[in-house]
């Protein structure tokens, strides 16, 4: 069992920059792929970035690529997700979650925290 609580999200210009953080429970963080997803207003959840068991490999959705950055610290049971050049369109309750494996579809993710509400205005 893996419980996720995600922290960070707020209100920014747009350009500004947000880091959001996700702190897991349980002794087998460093044994789950980890990843990021967002919800806006409307709209359906859609994929933002995942990472590896090892952080070796990354993922990211097209209209964020170059501009966010997905990482882990698995001594921490943390993962994090850097927003820099961050859009209106970026405006979404963003969710952290939690798979077995890098490859399976973010969708499919065993666990899910309750989400942080990141605005972005312009």
């Known amino acids: 069992q893996v419980q996720l609580v995600e922290s960070g999200g707020g209100l920014v210009q747009a350009g500004g920059s947000l880091r959001l953080s996700c702190a897991a429970s349980?002794?087998?963080?460093?044994?789950?792929?980890m990843g990021w997803c967002r919800q806006a207003p409307g709209k359906e959840r859609e994929f933002v970035a995942k990472i590896s068991l090892n952080g070796g490999s990354a993922a990211y959705r097209d209209s964020v690529k170059g501009r966010f950055t997905i990482s882990r610290d698995d001594a921490k049971n943390m993962v994090y997700l850097q927003m820099n050049s961050l859009k209106p369109e970026d405006t979404a309750v963003y969710y952290c979650a939690a798979g077995k494996t890098f490859l399976t579809a973010i969708r499919d993710y065993d666990y899910w925290g309750q989400g942080t509400q990141v605005t972005v205005s312009s």
């Open positions: 349980g002794r087998t963080f460093s044994s789950y792929a």
